[in-house]
T-cell receptor
Framework: DAGVIQSPRHEVTEMGQEVTLRCKPI?????LFWYRQTMMRGLELLIY????????DSGMPEDRFSAKMPNASFSTLKIQPSEPRDSAVYFC????????????FGQGTRLTVV | KNQVEQSPQSLIILEGKNCTLQ??????????LRWYKQDTGRGPVSLTI?????NTKSNGRYTATLDADTKQSSLHITASQLSDSASYIC?????????????FGSGTRLSIRP
């Protein structure tokens, strides 16, 4: 397996534009997580899915952020409209279970909003 | 309030030396504690996962300890190598009936000098 695949690796966009980040989890993993990492706040869990269903989205910063998982092999994180403070590295991770198992992270998408 | 605190914030040691990183948490109810290694520009990679009943777990030159009574964990690195230069992140999970909470420490940035 190629691991968790995220695209794009880098994204530069203008404030106000819509941004869509994509993630393909490891096949067979039932859990998918979206994280955001900044220098100021470190790693933050935004939302996680179990069997394509959002379980906990309490980490989503505001209504401008939305995440979907239409099937077991694909998830998106959308920001609309984007703002400069959204600039961060966004990681997707997947695991077999939410507890007591290893979560595998993708390479991340570095988002810059100018 | 669920918190995970790591110390030191940064550490510089000479190649070949040992070091110990600390993680204190106030997460409740406790489910597991993980240590991740994150190289610059890459996603975190799991080093160890420890549950309530485990006191110590090793992964090569990395040894993690857990004291569930004092809510403390440490990551000991033996005979450090230049490739150990990275950020080390402590993550504590808490299990509820309907969802799990995953709380991240801010990390320790370790630099190994030749």
């Amino acid at each position: 397996d190629a691991g968790v695949i995220q695209s794009p690796r880098h994204e530069v966009t203008e404030m106000g534009q819509e941004v869509t980040l994509r993630c393909k989890p490891i096949s067979g993993h039932d859990y998918l997580f979206w994280y955001r990492q900044t220098m100021m706040r470190g790693l933050e869990l935004l939302i996680y899915f179990n069997n394509n269903v959002p379980i906990d989205d309490s980490g989503m910063p505001e209504d401008r952020f939305s995440a979907k998982m239409p099937n077991a092999s694909f998830s998106t994180l959308k920001i609309q409209p984007s703002e400069p403070r959204d600039s961060a590295v966004y990681f997707c991770a997947s695991s077999l279970a939410v507890l007591n198992t290893e979560a595998f992270f993708g390479q991340g998408t570095r988002l810059t909003v100018v | 309030k669920n918190q995970v605190e790591q110390s030191p914030q940064s550490l510089i040691i000479l190649e070949g030396k040992n070091c110990t990183l600390q993680c204190n948490y106030t997460v409740s109810p406790f489910s597991n504690l993980r240590w991740y290694k994150q190289d610059t520009g890459r996603g975190p990679v799991s080093l160890t996962i420890m549950t309530f009943s485990e006191n110590t777990k090793s992964n090569g030159r990395y040894t993690a300890t857990l004291d569930a009574d004092t809510k403390q964990s440490s990551l000991h690195i033996t005979a450090s190598q230049l490739s150990d230069s990275a950020s080390y992140i402590c993550v504590v999970s808490s299990a509820y009936s309907s969802a799990s909470k995953i709380i991240f420490g801010s990390g320790t940035r370790l630099s190994i000098r030749p």
